[in-house]
């Protein structure tokens, strides 16, 4: 069927969706996808995250293939099996800090987002929120709630869970300061909610969807302090920082600090749904049989996946070459920012990598309408980027972390070509 009659097709029988790329990818390998009329794509975008390894990474498939031909469906509420044992424990080994961990899988990130915040609450039998503007954790009603952006998310959608309170999030490159932050909590202590009814704080290490900000390690130790102080349970949501993308396991091990709890999803089993809540024992232990679970909840086909994604961190030395990358990234998005005047800052923590895009050099002119431009014109030259950030004006990249250097900085020229393209003009200093 041709791309235009599939569009056609699609906008009369489903629901409509936002704007996307008017490409219908057949496959994919690695770094690259092909549509159906055999172009090729370079993806520096990992479906949002979830590829980190790479599309059909050939152990991915081959696990998957082989728990297809034994039992695809057991439900492990009612039956348990060992490749989710197995993964759980694996993923229990991996989390951060040494206090004794345990895990539920789930499916989705929301879904994790949200039984996380149930563990939470039966843990303290207290019912607040703190949670971070720009901060985004889902589009379930709880998780909707507690994503730090009114539009598209919330607006129409309510009414929102109750006692979720939202306070700044750090954002050098707009002078939102770490003091500044936490003053809005003690604030928010002093004015809304005492720190006695707040059952958990949620924050990402670097915001996602938010624009990849990166939460400074001072910071995150200082949030580890004041929920410790009041009883709090810190839940850090690594499912779009998470599974090797820092250059550590999750980006938190970067503040060297434990989290109580801990969600992951995307890049957990290499494109298949899996989602995982992994937390202090104590506090995984809290709600009683049957109060946390579903159907699909932790399915064999994604368990076996997911075992085969951590075997492949692993002997590919994903970590270290996180590290490489996001150097590289940074060394060619940096020359980049010195011919395209629109390039306002780089940054980065391992390959997690964005370029924020503003008008005239000003972090408070931010230019979403060249940023969605640059989405749409890198396309066109074959490169996958998607935009971010509360004010609409972020690159991010998330190429697989598989990558050769040949095909990023292939990739990398056709960021300058669709750059070129979009650009009024390159600034002075290399026109
Ligand atoms: C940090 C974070 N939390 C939660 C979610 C929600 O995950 P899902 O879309 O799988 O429900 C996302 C998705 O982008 C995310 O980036």
């Given at each position: 069927m041709s791309l235009s009659a599939l569009q056609e097709i699609e906008r009369a029988r489903v629901i409509h969706s936002y704007a996307r790329f008017p490409v219908e990818f057949v496959r994919g390998e690695g770094a690259r996808l092909w549509d159906a009329d055999g172009a090729e794509y370079l993806d520096?975008?990992?479906?949002?995250?979830?590829?980190?390894?790479?599309?059909?990474?050939?152990?991915?498939?081959?696990?998957?293939?082989?728990?297809?031909?034994?039992?695809?469906?057991?439900?492990?509420q009612v039956t348990p099996y060992e490749s989710y044992v197995a993964l759980a424990e694996r993923l229990n080994a991996i989390a951060p800090g040494p206090t004794p961990k345990k895990s539920i899988l789930f499916s989705t990130g929301a879904e994790a987002v949200e039984n996380a915040l149930k563990i939470a609450r039966y843990h303290t039998r207290r019912s607040a929120v703190v949670a971070f503007s720009g901060g985004f954790h889902g589009r379930t009603l709880a998780t909707m709630t507690l994503t730090g952006k009114v539009q598209p998310y919330k607006a129409g959608f309510g009414p929102l869970l109750p006692e979720v309170f939202h306070v700044p999030y750090p954002m050098a490159y707009h002078g939102v300061?770490?003091?500044?932050?936490?003053?809005?909590?003690?604030?928010?202590?002093?004015?809304?909610?005492?720190?006695?009814?707040?059952?958990?704080?949620?924050?990402?290490?670097?915001?996602?969807?938010?624009?990849?900000?990166?939460?400074?390690?001072?910071?995150?130790?200082?949030?580890?302090?004041?929920?410790?102080?009041?009883?709090?349970?810190?839940?850090?949501?690594?499912?779009?920082?998470?599974?090797?993308?820092?250059?550590?396991?999750f980006a938190l091990e970067h503040a060297g600090i434990e989290p109580d709890l801990m969600?992951?999803?995307?890049?957990?089993?290499?494109?298949?749904?899996?989602?995982?809540?992994?937390?202090?024992?104590?506090?995984?232990?809290?709600?009683?049989?049957?109060?946390?679970g579903g159907t699909y909840a932790g399915s064999p086909l994604a368990c076996a996946a997911g075992l085969a994604v951590l075997d492949v961190i692993a002997e590919e030395r994903l970590l270290e070459r996180a590290q490489q990358l996001g150097a590289r990234l940074i060394t060619r998005l940096k020359a980049l920012q010195a011919k395209y005047s629109a390039i306002g800052e780089v940054r980065a923590l391992g390959a997690m990598v964005a370029?924020?895009?503003?008008?005239?050099?000003?972090?408070?002119?931010?230019?979403?309408?060249?940023?969605?431009?640059?989405?749409?014109?890198?396309?066109?030259?074959?490169?996958?980027?998607?935009?971010?950030?509360?004010y609409g004006n972020v690159i991010r990249f998330l190429a697989p972390l598989t990558i050769s250097d040949a095909l990023l900085g292939e990739g990398l020229d056709r960021l300058d070509a669709a750059l070129a393209e979009v650009s009024e003009a390159p600034t002075a200093a290399t026109a």
């Open positions: 520096f975008l990992c479906g949002i995250s979830v590829t980190n390894i790479g599309h059909c990474h050939p152990r991915v498939v081959a696990a998957v293939q082989q728990q297809l031909q034994q039992v695809s469906h057991a439900c492990f300061t770490p003091q500044h932050c936490l003053a809005a909590i003690e604030q928010l202590f002093k004015a809304d909610v005492e720190p006695a009814r707040v059952a958990a704080l949620i924050i990402e290490p670097v915001l996602g969807e938010g624009g990849f900000y990166i939460a400074p390690p001072e910071f995150l130790r200082s949030l580890r302090a004041l929920c410790d102080r009041h009883g709090i349970v810190m839940i850090a949501d690594e499912i779009q920082s998470g599974f090797a993308r820092t250059g550590r396991m969600t992951l999803a995307k890049s957990i089993a290499g494109g298949l749904p899996l989602s995982a809540v992994v937390g202090k024992a104590e506090i995984m232990d809290a709600p009683p049989p049957g109060g946390l370029m924020e895009l503003v008008k005239n050099g000003s972090a408070e002119q931010p230019d979403a309408d060249l940023t969605r431009a640059l989405v749409q014109a890198a396309a066109r030259h074959g490169l996958i980027i998607l935009s971010c950030g509360v």
